[in-house]
Nanobody, 122 residues
Framework: QVQLVESGGGLVQPGGSLRLSCAASGTIFSVDAIGWYRQAPGKQRELVARVTDDGTIYYADSVKGRFTISRNIPKMMAYLQMNSLRPEDTAVYYC????????????????WGQGTQVTVSS
């Protein structure tokens, strides 16, 4: 079993900052690509940021220059530092990862966390 657990969401005023964390645990051989998605009410889930195992990073245009994704490979953690938050950043943020599970060889499976609410409002 593999679990992704997010933390760090909450209510913040426009212009403020939050740092989300994602902890991976379970029968994990390696965490390959890991990233953050978000889903606002009435909208489709969208990719916010993602980092691959070779360090390649992707950001959605809407968050470039404001959000920073990072990872701690030995601790199987990922982070999303969110600065200059805007009301339109309000959403449930989900951690997503491609994981190689012990015993399954080179097969990489995709997992989701349960999500953490981020609300940007005055």
């Amino acid at each position: 079993q593999v679990q992704l657990v997010e933390s760090g969401g909450g209510l913040v005023q426009p212009g403020g900052s939050l740092r989300l964390s994602c902890a991976a645990s379970g029968t994990i051989f390696s965490v390959d690509a890991i990233g953050w998605y978000r889903q606002a009410p009435g909208k489709q889930r969208e990719l916010v940021a993602r980092v691959t195992d070779d360090g390649t990073i992707y950001y959605a245009d809407s968050v470039k220059g404001r959000f920073t994704i990072s990872r701690n490979i030995p601790k199987m953690m990922a982070y999303l530092q969110m600065n200059s938050l805007r009301p339109e950043d309000t959403a449930v943020y989900y951690c997503n990862a491609d994981v190689k599970v012990i015993g399954l060889g080179s097969l990489s499976l995709n997992y989701w966390g349960q999500g953490t609410q981020v609300t940007v409002s005055s």
